[in-house]
Each structure stands twice: as C-alpha cells, then as structure tokens.
C-alpha cells in the first residue's frame, strides 16, 4: 500500500517531522492541566484501589486463585480494550474519550464499592481496565498531534511520569480513606479522582481539536495494519519484550523478598524507594531523547532492567535488595515514555487512533505476558532461574532496540510498505 497523503514524513532517529503551521516556539506550559492532570488523577485512582481489590475479593469468599484473577481483569479489559478504544478515538475525537473514559472508570469503581459478589467486581474490574484503555490511547493521540517531534519525548515522558506520580500518592491517599471509613472507601477515593480527570477534560477547552484533518478519517484497523506491518514486526516485538520486563519487575520484588524471609514493611520500604527513583527521572531522560535521539534512552533503560533483574538472585538481604531495586527503578524512570515516544513517531497522520492502538496491544500483550512467563519459568526451573530469564530478556529487549530504532541522522525507509 502507499503511503497516506499527507502522512508527516520519517526522520532519521525514527520521528516524524512537524507539520507545516505548527508553531517553532510552543511550550508544553498552556497544557500543563489539561495534558497532565488527568494523568495524574487516573494513577491516583488506579493507586487507591490497586492494594485493596484482592482483600474486597477475598472478602467476598473468593479463594487466592480468585482474587488474583480479579485483579488480572483489569489488565485484561485493557488488553481487549486497545483497538475499541481507537474506534471510540477516531468517531469522537480525544477530548470526548478521555470524558468518556472518567465516566466509566468512575462508575466501576463505584460499582466495585458496592459489589455484593465478586461477579460483580470482576464486570467492575473490566470496565476499569476498558477505561483505562480509552484514556491511555486518547492521551497519548492528542500528545502525537498538537506537541511538535523536538518536545514530543519530553511531553510523552511527562505523561508517563504524571500516570507514576498518582499511582505513587494514590495507596497514601487510599490509606488515609480506609482509616476514617473502611476498607471499599478506597474505592471512593478512585472513583472521586476518575470523575475529576473527566471533568478536567469536560471545561479544558483547548483539548478540542478541528476534527476536519486527515487523523480524523476513516481508515480502517485492518488498512493500518496491513499498510505499518513491518515496524509491527520489527520494533513493535521490542515494545513485547519491553513491557513483559517492565510488569515482570513488580512480580519478582515481592516474591524475592519473600524468598529472603523479609517483613511486609520492609518489602514496602524496598518498593517506595524504588518508586521514588523512578518518578524522579521521567523528565531529564525525555530532554535526552528529544536531543540525542531514542535509542539514547531506550537501550540503556533495558540494559539497566536486564542487569538488575540478573543481580536480584545474588541480593542476601535488606540493604542488598534495596541497590537491586533502586536500580530497577532508575531503569524503568529513564524508560517513562519510551513506547508511547516510539509509537508516535511511527503512527501515521492517517489513522493514528488505530495505529496507537495496535501499539497499546502489543505492549499489552508483554504486560500480561511476562508474569504469566515468570510463573512458569519459577514453576519448572525455579525463582532464582525464572529471575535471571527475565533479566536476560531485558538483554534481548536492548538489543532488539539497539538494531531497529534508527541511528539520529541516519535515514531509513518509512514503516510504511508498497
């Protein structure tokens, strides 16, 4: 297939060129609140119920096995989610999506808060992970359209760090609403900030966008499948082995930790410590990406995963875990934004929802994906070997991106085939 008329055209370090009119000196400050706030509301929601939908599960009468599929629903609404979401995106616009999405996510939470079995949790827990989808697309489109390529890293790193920020306060938050009223008030705190990032984007006027440019016609998710094949099967396996290292790394602490015989506090230090770390360098490594190019950040935060993965096994304690984790988190900081920062310099001007969304899929597909492989590795080769495979999939990862994120400077043929 051609390329679409009028798709911006590739760079050398894999991004795309602004389109004419956009202006050379935009800053990212006149869309601070409506960019990042609902970000952080929805990492609020999503942190106050997180610790809580297990416990409410096994309330219910649910057994272990139960309760951890429930929480595994959201994840799964999410993954299913990923090519709706861009149907809903293309005929709406972003703005009317993420308005969406808050209202959905709102009224699953509540309906959670007041799940009388957990058949109902679990339709709850779907519509979160539905939601979730709809809003992580829609923000990530809007971002790839009005932020020009040279800010581009840095606004979808801020996005991604913003989400980080709010899944960081939102337990603290939670916590503090559990204490004054219960266990399920938790869900009243994430369906309070779900409602308030719709409502951010329902008076944000400058979320609209015209609507009559080419990113708003009909192409179907088949077309642009089909027509961007290639960067699905070549970067996109990268994007896989990416996120099934990322959500591999919040299975493997807790386990390890368990392994070395340390308390549930401790476990929890190890794991704020990491968290702040992680927070505190989703900025710095976006100007890197914007400046040097992608594979500047991208490389390196597996590299640093895939290290530390491997160290975990050789940890004998608090302080040792603690260096392991602390470096999992610098990893992974340096690493917020990086899939979406790829995805949105190879999605086309033309069917951009649907390209997103396939992306999302993919790494969707990696997220549930890598403890589903940590589990079975730790079943038949054990933990420390389950470990150890993960960090060297994290290797892999880095050499994946090494080879197929182009060289700043250095064209390649679009994504795109004839």
């Keep these: 297939m051609a390329e679409h008329a009028g798709e911006a055209q590739p760079t050398g370090d894999g991004s795309v060129l602004d389109r004419p009119g956009r202006p050379p000196d935009f800053s990212l400050r006149p869309i601070l609140i409506p960019a990042f706030a609902p970000a952080v509301l929805f990492g609020i929601a999503e942190g106050a119920v997180l610790p809580v939908v297990a416990l409410t599960a096994r309330q219910l009468g649910g057994s272990l096995a139960l309760a951890s599929l429930i929480v595994a629903l959201i994840g799964i609404g999410s993954l299913v989610s990923n090519i709706p979401s861009a149907l809903i995106t293309t005929r709406y616009g972003e703005r009317t999506a993420i308005i969406i999405a808050g209202t959905v996510s709102a009224a699953a939470l509540l309906l959670a808060m007041f799940a009388p079995d957990n058949l109902v949790l679990g339709l709850a827990m779907l519509l979160v992970g539905f939601a979730n989808a709809v809003f992580s697309l829609a923000r990530m489109s809007y971002l790839t359209e009005v932020v020009p390529v040279h800010l581009r890293a840095r606004a979808l790193s801020t996005l991604g760090g913003s989400a980080r920020v709010g899944i960081f306060a939102g337990p603290f938050i939670g916590a503090a609403a559990i204490q004054l009223a219960g266990t399920r008030a938790a869900y009243a705190v994430g369906a309070a900030a779900a409602a308030t990032a719709g409502l951010v984007a329902v008076f944000a006027r400058d979320l609209i966008l015209t609507g009559d440019g080419p990113e708003h016609s009909s192409v179907s998710v088949g077309m642009v499948l089909r027509s961007h094949r290639r960067v699905f099967l070549t970067l996109g396996i990268g994007v896989i082995l990416v996120a099934a290292v990322r959500a591999s790394r919040q299975v493997v602490l807790p ?86 920062t790829l995805g949105a310099d190879h999605a086309p001007a033309v069917g951009r929802p649907s390209f997103l969304g396939i992306w999302r899929l993919l790494s969707d597909t990696g997220s549930c994906g890598g403890p589903v492989l940590l589990s079975a590795l730790a079943g038949t080769v054990g933990l420390a070997a389950a470990v150890v495979g993960n960090g060297l999939l994290g290797l892999l990862a880095a050499g994946v991106l090494w080879h197929w994120i182009p060289v700043r400077g250095r064209r390649r043929p679009p994504a795109t085939e004839a």
């Design 255 to 340: 386990l390890w930790s368990e392994h070395l015989g340390l308390s549930p506090a401790a476990t929890s230090v190890i794991y704020g410590l990491a968290g702040a770390v992680d927070m505190a360098t989703f900025y710095p490594a976006g100007r890197v990406m914007d400046r040097r190019g992608r594979r500047w950040v991208a490389v390196p935060s597996m590299l640093t995963m895939g290290c530390a993965l491997v160290l975990v096994p050789l940890t004998a304690g608090f302080g040792t875990l603690l260096l392991a984790a602390l470096l999992l988190g610098f990893g992974n900081g340096i690493g917020s934004g990086m899939i979406m």
